[in-house]
């Protein structure tokens, strides 16, 4: 029994029963969901504390993109990106991805030597990526001062989902298949008998499932003490701001490796974005605060300079749950039978599609694919981090 | 007030291509409204023109010397400044977005903008979405070459910072100087109090003590009140102010009824009215109807005193919507009564600026709600409260804007609660309703007075989504002038 159950009262009138039980109703809970839902499995439930895209999934920049340094992160990402270009016609709702590239800027001779390994890295992966020249710099992102610009890689395959388009795809396409989804409604407890995971409880409500999937973003560490297990990582707190609309004056997504900068402009006409202040609050508060737009604005200023007299429309804070790596903490969890994991992502929109698919094919049928084994849940404790350098989150 | 006079100087700036005289000392907006222009601006989705209104912000916003979303209202004059219309396409002679009007507005609803027809991972949706970042409601995109440059800001230190430049802001500002601190008010008049003062309220004379930073929006509140940002409209160093004590003198602000028309052009809050009397004596308001909550005669008196014609005056909640194409005609009454008349002016029901203080108490990990204020800042005059109800006509009208600026009609709101969602965060992320350059204000007030007339709930169960700084107040220039003044905080 774990602590969390051990203070329960005896179970009212046996709860309801499911056969998986996803805690957490963000874009991962809700993909895992519709995979499952999709090979055949029924009386799937997901609770969420909050409400419906109140946490990472209802304030990520939205930027997707296939290829990264490493090829862990290149495979597992690359099939995701290849799911999102389907999904709309998967789901039979329109989650507005929109495939206009993504651009990787360094600056330094570090970074430009990070580029190069992922162009690299991307074709023995079998992904398009492409070392920019400056004048494909120039007609990709006109508005860039391009001096201080030392590489660029550009992605074909990535770009930008809305969230609120493909959340709410998700959401309708999980209730369309039968799945109980349940918002304001916190795990308080989980309940375990021996090794194994068996139920869960929200307040004096039990509901016993044969399968238990933590995939609460942040909050994952706190719920998987719940059944008594650790979760490596930490709640991070990030932020980022929307400026007023224009009409479009660039394409693609961008990162740019030495600033920890990336940024957008959404379908609505906004420039969407945030960067990373190191020694940022960490913890779970979402109330913003001053450094990070101010850092945002000046690298903006700086290295996009026509861009200065646009103003911050508004600007937001959001957790992701940061790993020892940032790469995702993907399958079942070592210390504890039936217990599923889907947490530490940093990337989380970009993979959502992958994750939901691997794991379901995991939960399903036992095997674990070789894209995602390299994200076992306990890789830290066996030295197996995965070392990956073109990942905007500061080290 | 010597600053108050205008010296009368003629300057000629371009509206559209058409040239217009106005004086010195005036804003766009009001000089635009002067010559009788009243449509600036078109709203994003169904492309309903939108003008001057001391409400909804994207009614003043133009594209001006090439920058797009400058705010018309806190420009001022000079000659040779030349000032377009920005949700046009291809000009402002020949508009196709006017089409966008045709359409029927259940198909602008909310996720109008991502149909099965046009799925994504084709061609044809990257054509599409392509279509909707033109027409999304913003201006032209500026050149690439447009220089630019960090806008370095300042550090104040103050025992007392005062927002609001009325009389319970200047009481504050002035005792505090007297107790010999440091005081500095901010004010978004130009000259602070200048709408009271107009109203009849007599205003203390500021000693030279307290620093006034006029014509400057308190753009922020962080960490738990301990940090102001103040941003000047035209674009100068922004001010990051540690204050031991802050007082919120905004006042209240009239909020429009949740009736049919009410962001029409030519419907004004009481404020924007007396500052087009005030500032240009030339305007005569026209056939005037005042509409508000108390009494209202002596309201009336003044309007006229300072040039208005008022031709009614009645109760805000028994209006029961207002007429007009592009802009006022009438307005009609609960009781079938209406009144001819081309502008509307109201004056209440009175409600609370809430975004200072929501920042100053604001926590939360799921969601940030307002708490307690802490104890260094305090509520000062009309915004101590206690707030008005918003008024909605006999019955609450399907076609009735909650957010005009993003284009969410009451019925969108109807459509959403039947179907079972009630929570204002997810109806604003189904809606957009707030995201527009209002951020919430004052919309999220009509979202709750609709929320409530469709469940018979209390408008104040429903609470309001989270309202976020900077609300447009910084321009990337003037907030990266404050990197380096204020270091992370790091937590536990």
């Known amino acids: 029994m774990s602590a969390g159950a051990a203070r329960r009262p005896v179970a009212k009138p046996p709860g309801a029963k499911a056969a998986v039980a996803i805690i957490g109703g963000g874009i991962q809970g809700l993909m895992l969901a519709f995979c499952l839902a999709e090979r055949g499995i029924r009386d799937i439930k997901v609770f969420d504390a909050g409400y419906w895209q109140g946490g990472a999934s209802g304030r990520n920049g939205t930027l997707v993109r296939p290829g990264f340094s490493s090829p862990e992160w290149t495979r597992l990402f690359s099939h995701s990106q290849q799911l999102w270009r389907g999904l709309s016609r998967r789901l039979g709702h329109n989650v507005m991805y929109s495939r206009r590239g993504y651009v990787t800027l360094g600056e330094s001779d570090r970074t430009a030597a990070i580029c190069e390994q992922v162009v690299r890295v991307n074709r023995d992966c079998g992904v398009a990526a492409h070392a920019l020249g400056r004048e494909e710099l120039r007609r990709h992102l006109p508005l860039l001062d391009r001096k201080q610009v030392k590489a660029a890689v550009r992605f074909v395959d990535g770009g930008v989902v809305p969230h609120h388009a493909a959340m709410k795809g998700l959401r309708a396409a999980c209730q369309a298949r039968g799945v109980d989804l349940r918002y304001q409604s916190r795990v308080t407890g989980i309940d375990r008998q021996g090794d194994r995971a068996t139920g869960l409880w929200l307040g004096d409500e039990r509901v016993a499932a044969d399968c238990i999937v933590i995939a609460a973003g942040a909050h994952s560490p706190n719920v998987a003490r719940l059944a008594g297990v650790e979760l490596e990582g930490r709640p991070w707190r990030l ?41 940022d609050v960490a913890g779970l508060t979402l109330a913003s605060d001053l450094p990070v737009i101010a850092h945002y604005a000046r690298h903006l200023v700086e290295i996009m300079p026509s861009l200065a007299d646009l103003r911050i429309l508004r600007q937001w804070a959001g957790h992701i749950h940061a790993s020892a790596d940032f790469g995702p903490l993907l399958g079942a969890h070592p210390d504890c039978r039936d217990l599923w994991i889907s947490a530490g992502w940093s990337y989380g929109i970009a993979g959502a599609p992958a994750g939901g698919d691997l794991l379901a094919k995991a939960i399903a049928t036992g095997e674990v694919d070789a894209r995602m084994a390299p994200f076992s849940v306990d890789r830290k404790r066996r030295g197996k981090l995965i070392e990956e350098g073109a990942i905007v989150v500061s080290h | 007030m010597a600053a108050d006079e205008h010296s009368g100087e003629s300057v000629t700036i371009r509206w559209n291509g058409r040239r217009i005289e106005a004086r010195v000392g005036d804003d766009v907006a009001t000089s635009l409204y002067a010559a009788g222009v009243r449509v600036l601006n078109y709203s994003r989705k169904f492309h309903r023109p939108l003008g001057l209104s001391g409400s909804f912000v994207a009614g003043v916003k133009g594209q001006v010397d090439g920058l797009a979303n400058v705010r018309l209202d806190r420009l001022p004059v000079r000659q040779g400044l030349i000032v377009e219309a920005q949700n046009v396409w291809p000009h402002p002679g020949l508009d196709l977005l006017q089409l966008a009007r045709l359409v029927p507005r259940r198909w602008l609803a909310g996720g109008f903008e991502h149909p099965m027809w046009l799925p994504s991972g084709t061609r044809r949706f990257q054509i599409w979405e392509r279509l909707l970042r033109i027409a999304a409601g913003g201006g032209r995109a500026m050149a690439p070459d447009r220089p630019g440059a960090v806008v370095a800001g300042e550090a ?40 009271a003062q107009a109203l009849g309220a007599s205003l203390p004379e500021l000693p030279s003590a307290v ?177 008005e109800p918003v ?46 350059p209002c951020q919430g204000v004052p919309c999220w007030d009509l979202l709750a007075a609709a929320l409530a007339a469709l469940t018979g709930r209390q408008p104040d169960t429903f609470g309001h989504p989270s309202y976020r700084a900077p609300r447009g107040a910084l321009t990337l220039a003037q907030a990266a002038g404050l990197a380096g003044l204020v270091q992370p905080e790091v937590g536990p």
């Open chain 2, 156 to 195: 104040l230190g103050v025992d007392v910072a005062v927002v609001g430049g009325g009389p319970a802001g200047r009481r504050a500002a002035i005792a505090a100087a007297a107790a010999g601190q440091s005081v500095v008010l901010i004010s978004r008049g130009t000259i602070p109090g200048a709408v």
């Open chain 1, 239 to 279: 932020e980022a701001c929307a400026l007023e609309p224009t009409r479009p004056i660039f394409d693609p997504a961008v990162a740019m490796l030495d600033r920890t900068v990336y940024m957008h402009q959404s379908a609505r006409g906004e420039i969407v974005g945030g960067c990373e202040v190191a020694g």
């Open chain 2, 211 to 387: 620093r006034l930073l006029a014509g400057v929006e308190a753009a922020a509140l962080y960490r738990g009140g301990r940090l102001l940002i103040a941003a000047p409209f035209d674009g100068g160093p922004a001010k990051l102010i540690e204050a031991a004590r802050i007082v919120l003198a905004t006042g209240r602000r009239s909020t429009p009824p949740l009736v049919r028309g009410a962001d029409l052009p030519g419907v004004l809050d009481l404020p924007t009215a007396i500052g087009l009397l005030k500032h240009r004596a030339r305007i005569r308001l026209e056939r005037l109807c005042l509409i508000g909550t108390g009494d209202l005669a002596p309201l009336a008196d003044r309007l006229a005193h300072l040039g208005a014609d008022v031709v009614e005056t009645v109760a805000a909640g028994s209006v029961c919507s207002i007429q007009g194409g592009r802009h006022v005609r009438g307005v009609l009454l609960g009781d079938g009564r209406r009144f001819a008349c081309d502008t509307v002016v109201h004056a209440g029901p009175w409600r609370l600026d809430p975004v200072l203080p929501f920042q100053a108490a604001a926590a939360g990990e799921f969601r940030l709600t307002a708490g307690n204020l802490p104890p260094h800042v305090e509520c000062h005059g009309g915004a101590a409260g206690p707030a």
């Open chain 2, 391 to 436: 008024v909605h006509g006999p019955r609450l009208d399907d076609r009735a804007l909650v957010c005009p600026c993003m284009d969410v009609t009451v019925a969108e709101i109807r459509r959403l609660v039947d179907a079972g969602t009630t929570h204002v965060e997810e109806l604003k992320r189904l809606t957009g309703c707030g995201m527009g």
